[in-house]
T-cell receptor, first 112, second 112 residues
Framework: ELKVEQNPLFLSMQEGKNYTIYCNYSTTSDRLYWYRQDPGKSLESLFVLLSNGAVKQEGRLMASLDTKARLSTLHITAAVHDLSATYFCAVDVPQGAQKLVFGQGTRLTINP | KAGVTQTPRYLIKTRGQQVTLSCSPISGHRSVSWYQQTPGQGLQFLFEYFSETQRNKGNFPGRFSGRQFSNSRSEMNVSTLELGDSALYLC???????????FGQGTRLTVV
């Protein structure tokens, strides 16, 4: 059974600092997703990573994928308050159906 | 173009009742999947439909069921509601199998 683990689960940081969220998964998968969720809201797609070594960047967020290590990272550069949210990684189960297994989520709080 | 639309947005039901939630996918998308989000269990896969066929089902009791119509709209039904069914129910649509999933705003169900 595919398991996805994120760490840390809670992260409080100062504006302007850099930090990384880690996402480990237990079995081979076709793709990995990062989502953002604001309180009471739905999931907003941030990145889709499809292959080993994939790196994608959008603003202050950069995601990477190492399929050999079964590890993805979400790096935050020079954090700003607007990035406060919960971040989820999710992995596709390779069973020919659309089924995502999510990590526990990382609640990120950025303090001014 | 319009996103994934879920109705209703909020519901309050009594234990023992049943409930039906609706999801209209993005136009042209044929795959619809459902997820339950609770503080304790996180995001869990319920089921996935493609071309009116259920292709995968998560580890939920038979009280949880769903269907997809020929226009790709989907409904999920929960019978004999329990307090533990209180959750945010999220629907996601994708163009085809294994393509990126886009989430709706969710239906927040409260069982009292």
């Amino acid at each position: 059974e595919l398991k996805v683990e994120q760490n840390p689960l809670f992260l409080s940081m100062q504006e302007g600092k850099n930090y990384t969220i880690y996402c480990n998964y237990s079995t081979t998968s076709d793709r990995l997703y990062w989502y953002r969720q604001d309180p009471g809201k739905s999931l907003e797609s941030l990145f889709v990573l499809l292959s080993n070594g994939a790196v994608k960047q959008e603003g202050r967020l950069m995601a990477s994928l190492d399929t050999k290590a079964r590890l993805s990272t979400l790096h935050i550069t020079a954090a700003v308050h607007d990035l406060s949210a919960t971040y989820f990684c999710a992995v596709d189960v390779p069973q020919g159906a659309q089924k995502l297994v999510f990590g526990q989520g990382t609640r990120l709080t950025i303090n001014p | 173009k319009a996103g994934v639309t879920q109705t209703p947005r909020y519901l309050i039901k009594t234990r023992g009742q049943q409930v039906t939630l609706s999801c209209s996918p993005i136009s042209g998308h044929r795959s619809v999947s459902w997820y339950q989000q609770t503080p304790g269990q996180g995001l869990q896969f319920l089921f996935e439909y493609f071309s009116e066929t259920q292709r995968n089902k998560g580890n939920f009791p038979g009280r949880f069921s769903g269907r997809q119509f020929s226009n790709s709209r989907s409904e999920m039904n929960v019978s004999t509601l329990e307090l533990g069914d209180s959750a945010l129910y999220l629907c996601a649509s994708s163009l085809a199998l294994l393509s990126e999933a886009f989430f709706g705003q969710g239906t927040r169900l409260t069982v009292v």
